[in-house]
């Protein structure tokens, strides 16, 4: 069963920075099909996007919210993906979750999520 557990999360002022990490197990992951992505939902707002990565070429995409802000990279050894986050503001303030998409479709896999404040 794949799992995909996030850590790294927690409060910062505005201005810190933060790196999220994930994992990924539970089975053999394709590095020509795999995308990993990070999303976040804030209270009362739907869940965004916020940036993905491509494993077999690291291509990488990001919500204009957070251009030139944070930045998503990846171990494939590891199964893991990290978002390195930098500015923060209390905007981004989220439930910050982990999604695995494996085929090059839709994301299949969630994280439990991790919970990013970031005061004024």
């Known amino acids: 069963q794949v799992q995909l557990v996030e850590s790294g999360g927690g409060l910062v002022q505005a201005g810190g920075s933060l790196r999220l990490s994930c994992a990924a197990s539970g089975r053999t992951f394709s590095i020509y099909t795999t995308t990993m992505g990070w999303f976040r939902q804030a209270p009362g707002k739907e869940r965004e996007f916020v940036a993905n990565?491509?494993?077999?070429?690291?291509?990488?995409l990001y919500a204009d919210s957070v251009k030139g802000r944070v930045t998503i990279s990846r171990d494939i050894a590891k199964n893991s993906a990290y978002l390195q986050m930098n500015s923060l503001k209390p905007d981004d303030t989220a439930v910050y979750y982990c999604?695995?998409?494996?085929?090059?479709?839709?994301?299949?896999?969630w994280g439990q999520g991790t919970q990013v404040t970031v005061s004024s």
């Open positions: 990565i491509r494993w077999k070429d690291s291509s990488t």
């Open positions: 999604a695995l998409d494996t085929n090059g479709g839709q994301y299949d896999y």
